[in-house]
């Protein structure tokens, strides 16, 4: 069978390539539901005088930034802006790299929750501990207020990950926080795929109680192991009819998945606490040859920075979470700032529409308790936390989180220290247009789930 045909039978489409001689794209590559965003046009902004933060580890007082066609073209003293474009006096502000959320479940677990999303909530697809098939996006509700919240708080760019009950959780999706009708208008084009995985207590709790699925950690393990074995032998059939030495795969799309993950090209976000769990899932890494991008929750992840430096692995924690499981016991509020001198990659992470409001006093918080015990981390480094270092572990680190010449120009302007309770983000930027400005908030209405309604009004 030609490649044209294979393509059509197997229904890819543009998951193969055209040419009769190119090899076919992997199918796991493809995005079956592709960005619909388009970045608004907006003339040339120059903001001056401000103290910034460039989220590269540089403080510059004084400075200014100047964005143009939807990029950063200069960080520096004296800039001069075209004619034609918007210049913003930042005297006695700050200006940092938009804020990044790396864990969210905006849009699927919208408070306040109904007695339908308990039973059968979008979060997570519960079937089956295998759910390496599903797109958190697929079920996004662009209408969530945590969405316009987020934004109003600095916030430009988030994940959003489907919940940590199923071992194979699901591919994630990276929107900006934008009003928008589908999701796909608020999706980033042509980022990286994620994925999310779970260990410890969340799975197994899971899996006791429906029966489906492993019943203890070394279950887990034994689960995710088998699952991998099975996406090799998928791996090896694709690469052998990409070679035209076999006949095309039957479409799979967990297998495929789980093979984008062994090709490095699908991103794996773990959630897991304890520091045991976390060495575990690291040797089943080398095992089958993949990367974990980051570590999420990671509360013991201060145990074993170690482990963390050599695999090039980040940690996704809080400023103040513990307690609240067992696995959760050991937390400490120091953790971040205890990375961050071990050289570890750490960012903040919300979990939560509140946290994902207040991402930056969160960073704050974990620096103060890291200060407490003789651990200083200045401003220009815990910025990274909240931009450069989550872009990193989503593998956008050269495009977003930087302050930097060709990076796209999200950026926010505070009113104040942004590591302070009383600074506002005052000017929130995406690729180089408004998206929110406190002096002149949205005309438009504001959404149902703000307005609300009264108690037992039908």
């Not at 493809?30 to 540089?58: K, M, N």
């Not at 004619?83 to 790396?102: F, H, K, L, S």
């Not at 979008?122 to 079920?139: F, G, H, I």
């Not at 799975?203 to 991998?228: C, L, M, N, W, Y």
């Amino acid at each position: 069978m030609g490649l044209r045909a294979a393509a059509s039978a197997l229904g890819l489409g543009a998951v193969l390539a055209t040419s009769a001689q190119a090899a076919p794209q992997p199918p796991w590559l493809a995005d079956p539901f592709p960005s619909t965003y388009r970045a608004p046009t907006a003339p040339d902004l120059l903001v001056r005088g401000a103290t910034v933060l460039d989220g590269a580890g540089h403080r510059l007082e004084g400075a200014d930034v100047l964005t143009h066609a939807g990029k950063i073209v200069a960080v520096g003293k004296g800039l001069r802006l075209p004619t034609g474009g918007r210049e913003v006096d930042a005297r006695g502000r700050w200006v940092t790299p938009g804020v990044i959320d790396i864990h969210t479940h905006d849009g699927v677990y919208v408070l306040p929750l109904t007695d339908i999303d308990h039973d059968s909530g979008d979060v997570a697809e519960l079937s089956d501990p295998n759910a390496a098939d599903t797109r958190v996006e697929n079920a996004v509700n662009p209408q969530d207020v945590a969405f316009s919240r987020a934004l109003e708080h600095g916030v430009t760019t988030v994940q959003i990950l489907p919940g940590s009950s199923p071992i194979f959780s699901g591919r994630s999706v990276m929107v900006h926080p934008i009003r928008a009708n589908t999701v796909a208008e608020m999706k980033l084009p042509n980022a990286p795929q994620g994925f999310k995985m779970a260990c410890g207590e969340n799975p197994k709790e899971e899996d006791a109680a429906t029966h489906r699925g492993p019943t203890s950690r070394q279950g887990e393990v034994a689960f995710i192991r088998s699952a991998f074995l099975d996406a090799q032998d998928y791996r090896r059939d694709w690469d052998a009819y990409a070679a035209g030495k076999g006949p095309a795969p039957k479409r799979d799309l967990k297998r495929e998945t789980l093979a984008g993950v062994l090709a490095g090209d699908v991103h794996i976000h773990m959630h897991c606490y304890r520091a045991d769990d976390m060495a575990t899932m690291l040797s089943v890494a080398r095992e089958f040859g993949f990367h974990v991008a980051a570590f999420h929750h990671a509360v013991e992840a201060y145990k074993i920075p170690q482990l963390f430096r050599a695999e090039g692995v980040c940690a996704a924690v809080w400023g103040g979470w513990w307690g609240y499981k067992m696995e959760a016991l050991d937390a400490i509020r120091a953790t971040a700032g205890l990375l961050d001198e071990e050289g570890v990659c750490v960012t903040m992470h919300s979990d939560s529409p509140a946290e994902g409001q207040r991402l930056n006093l969160e960073a704050a918080k974990a620096a103060g308790a890291a200060r407490r015990i003789g651990v200083v981390v200045p401003p220009e480094r815990m910025i990274r936390w909240i931009t450069a270092n989550p872009a990193k572990a989503l593998g956008l680190g050269d495009r977003i989180g930087t302050l930097a010449d060709g990076y796209d120009a999200d950026l926010v302007l505070w009113s104040a220290d942004p590591f302070s309770v009383y600074a506002k983000a005052d000017l929130v930027v995406i690729d180089g247009a408004v998206a929110f400005d406190r002096a002149h908030p949205p005309a438009a209405p504001a959404s149902d789930f703000v307005l609300g309604r009264k108690a037992m009004q039908p």
